[in-house]
């Protein structure tokens, strides 16, 4: 662990072989974890998309050391776009190896290899590194789980609702196990996202096997789960975090996005209501 130390302690370069040594630590720890991970508080952080901006993990960082009772889920998309993709990516992985009672990783859109190569994290490991550090990462993609539940009480994943799911058991049940999204649940689950308008599925322009789900889908999927609130990722709004369905879906986004968002976390509190905490 003397690896994953450094990096808690600013490391920012790593070598070939410390990259195959934390993602290989990582691909341990979640290799044989279910797809849903059972979480066992009501005291939840939820981290939405950081997209290489790492003084918005460092600040993560931070609240993981001040809130020490509670757990962290990482909601995905760690990589692409923004300007140090890699040293983000390996924060997060040492912040959870350091801590992996109560800090998860989930598997966003973006952690696939179509997606990293049209985005920018391909491009950037290959420069700095070689093919072969990409494939270290990519099966670390493959292995993150793609949701947290608590029963009676919350769900989260990266993107949304997903058609014809009416039990955890459906979602167990289905191979995430590629360096893409093959499987149409498990698509839905990283791409879908909500509308604030009573109706169940429609297209969503951002793929033709995406959905948009409305109140409808929402209220009947947290019914035959039994679940109070979900937590989601995967779009950006200027204050950083969204409510919908009489709040009891958040969305919450953790990155500048260029300076066009506050970014955010959330903080799950009693009565299932959220409290926002800044991270710049």
Same mark, same amino acid.
């Given at each position: ?11 920012? #370069? ?34 939405? +998309? ?16 001040? &809130? ?7 909601? $995905?998309? &760690?990589? +692409?776009? $923004? ?17 992996? #009672? ?27 590194? =070689? ?28 993107? $949304?609702?997903?058609? +014809?799911? =009416? =039990? ?27 509308? #604030?308008? +009573?109706?169940?599925? /429609? ?50 986004? =953790?990155?500048?996005?260029?300076? /066009? ?20």
């Amino acid at each position: 662990m003397e690896l994953v130390r450094s990096i808690l302690e600013g490391n920012t #370069k790593l070598s070939k072989d410390e990259i195959w040594q934390l993602s290989g630590m990582l691909q341990d720890h979640y290799r044989s974890s279910p797809n849903v991970l059972d979480i066992p508080t009501d005291n939840v952080i939820f981290i939405g +998309d950081l997209h290489g901006e790492l003084q918005c993990t460092l600040a993560v960082q931070q609240y993981i050391k001040k &809130y020490n009772k509670h757990h962290f889920v990482f909601l $995905g998309d &760690y990589a +692409d776009r $923004g300007p140090e993709q890699i040293e983000t990516f390996n924060l997060v992985m040492a912040l959870t190896l350091s801590n992996p #009672k109560r800090v998860i990783m989930l598997r966003g859109n973006h952690e696939s290899d179509s997606v990293a190569t049209r985005y920018g994290f391909y491009n950037a490991v290959t420069r700095a590194y =070689s093919f072969d550090v990409f494939k270290h990462y990519s099966r670390v993609f493959e292995v993150l789980p793609i949701a947290v539940y608590k029963h009676a009480s919350l769900f989260a994943c990266h993107g $949304g609702v997903p058609e +014809d799911i =009416s =039990s955890i058991a459906e979602i167990q049940g289905l191979n995430r196990r590629h360096p893409n999204f093959p499987d149409d649940i498990i698509f839905q689950m990283v791409w879908n996202d909500p509308k #604030k308008n +009573d109706f169940m599925f /429609r297209p969503n322009p951002r793929s033709g096997r995406a959905r948009i789900f409305g109140k409808a889908a929402f209220t009947k999927f947290m019914e035959d789960i039994n679940a109070q609130v979900m937590f989601r990722a995967h779009e950006a709004f200027p204050q950083g975090y969204q409510t919908f369905f009489d709040n009891k879906l958040v969305s919450v986004f =953790s990155s500048t996005s260029c300076t /066009r968002v506050q970014p955010k976390i959330v903080r799950l509190c009693k009565d299932y209501t959220i409290e926002p905490l800044a991270l710049i």
